[in-house]
C-alpha cells in the first residue's frame, strides 16, 4: 500500500468512487464543510468521513448507514481502514489541513475530467452488505 495518502488515493479509492461520490466529495472539500469529519466514520446522519461520503453514494454500500464508509473500504476499494494512508492522513486533521484538503480536491477534480474525456466503464454490482 502506498504511504503517501494522494497516490492512495488516485490508485486505490478514485477508481471504485461513483460519479455521484466524485459530486459529493468536490463539493465538501471545496467548501471545507462541517459535514465531512475526521477522527470517526460518522457522527450523526449527513456527518461522515471522507469514506462514509464515498458509501454512501456508491451503489453496493448506499443502504449500510454508519458502516458504509467502512464497508466501502473494505469491499469495494480493498482496503483496510485501519492501515488507510488516505484515512490516517485524514484522521490527523480533517478539513483544517489545508494543503491535504487541497491536494485531495485536486485529485477529485482532474478524476472528473479524466472521466468526462474517456467512455464509462460497466456498473458496480448490487449491494453487498446490510
Not at 20 to 38: F, N, W
Amino acid at each position: 500500500m502506498p504511504a503517501d495518502p494522494i497516490a492512495e488515493f488516485r490508485t486505490r479509492w478514485l477508481p471504485h468512487v461513483t460519479p455521484a461520490g466524485l459530486d459529493r466529495l468536490i463539493d465538501l472539500l471545496g467548501k471545507a464543510s462541517p459535514l465531512l469529519i475526521h477522527g470517526a466514520f460518522t457522527r450523526s446522519a449527513p456527518m461522515g468521513c471522507l469514506a462514509t461520503h464515498v458509501g454512501w453514494n456508491h451503489p453496493r454500500t448506499t443502504g449500510c448507514g454508519d458502516e458504509a464508509g467502512v464497508l466501502w473500504l473494505c469491499r469495494v476499494a480493498g482496503l483496510n481502514p485501519a492501515t488507510s494512508a488516505v484515512i490516517q492522513a485524514w484522521d490527523r486533521a480533517g478539513v483544517r489541513d489545508f494543503a491535504l484538503r487541497t491536494e485531495l480536491l485536486a485529485a477529485c477534480e482532474g478524476e472528473r475530467a479524466h472521466r468526462a474525456a474517456v467512455p464509462a466503464e460497466a456498473e458496480e454490482p448490487a449491494a453487498v452488505c446490510c
